[in-house]
Nanobody, 123 residues
Framework: QAQLVESGGGLVQAGGSLRLSCAAS????????MAWFRQAPGKEREFVAS????????GYGDSVKGRFSISRANARNTVYLQMNSLKPEDTAVYYC????????????????WGQGTQVTVSS
């Protein structure tokens, strides 16, 4: 079992930055592919970014490419999502997720999920 806890969300103006953190316990992060997803009100949950076990490979959703960056610190069992040039359309609850297999953008492929952290971008 793994427990994931997100933090770092909040209210920010358009053009600003936030860094989200996801702390894992109960399972070594080094054995997991990690990802961030988000869900805006009234919309389906969507893929944001993923990172391989050793951090060498990353993937991003089209809407965040060039603005968001995913990284990990396995020694701290933590994954980060640096979000720059935020837009009002980035407003959502952001979720951290983990899986044993390789990088994947599909929600159902991820076994463990955090409770989410709210990000609100004002115009």
């Amino acid at each position: 079992q793994a427990q994931l806890v997100e933090s770092g969300g909040g209210l920010v103006q358009a053009g600003g930055s936030l860094r989200l953190s996801c702390a894992a316990s109960g399972r070594a992060l080094t054995s997991s592919t990690m990802a961030w997803f988000r869900q805006a009100p009234g919309k389906e949950r969507e893929f944001v970014a993923s990172i391989s076990r050793n951090g060498a490979v990353t993937g991003y959703g089209d809407s965040v490419k060039g603005r968001f960056s995913i990284s990990r610190a396995n020694a701290r069992n933590t994954v980060y999502l640096q979000m720059n040039s935020l837009k009002p359309e980035d407003t959502a609850v952001y979720y951290c997720a983990a899986r044993s297999g390789p990088l994947d953008t599909t929600i159902r492929q991820y076994t463990y999920w955090g409770q989410g952290t709210q990000v609100t971008v004002s115009s």
